[in-house]
């Protein structure tokens, strides 16, 4: 009953930044999470960040201090700046939305980081 619309990706060589944004439609609960994940290919889907509809957050240990996710809680959309990319930041990355025990998807946005 949550629709995950993704935006964002793109191209950047390593040392760039680029941002993401993710807008929620639907029947949203009053307490929920939003955050990130992706996977590269031959890889498991992993965790980069969420945070909590009270703007708590929490980040993969790999991305701490170079991503920063925040939230619009008007507009329902979450967003990832990434600063000081890596080559290993490359990876499809997908928009979630937690809430009731239930996970959500977006279509997934492709970034890739160059050397």
């Known amino acids: 009953q949550v629709q995950l619309v993704e935006s964002g990706g793109g191209l950047v060589q390593a040392g760039g930044s680029l941002s993401l944004s993710c807008a929620a439609s639907?029947?949203?609960?009053?307490?929920?999470?939003m955050g990130w994940y992706r996977q590269a290919p031959g890889n498991q889907r992993e965790f980069v960040a969420r945070?909590?509809?009270?703007?708590?957050?929490d980040y993969a240990d790999s991305v701490k201090g170079r991503f920063t996710i925040s939230r619009d809680n008007a507009k329902n959309t979450v967003y990832l700046q990434m600063n000081s990319l890596k080559p290993e930041d490359t990876a499809v990355y997908y928009c979630?939305?937690?809430?009731?025990?239930?996970?959500?998807w977006g279509q997934g946005t492709q970034v890739t980081v160059s050397s």
């Open positions: 945070i909590s509809s009270g703007g708590s957050t």
């Open positions: 639907g029947s949203m609960a009053r307490f929920n999470y």
């Open positions: 979630n939305f937690w809430q009731l025990g239930i996970d959500y």
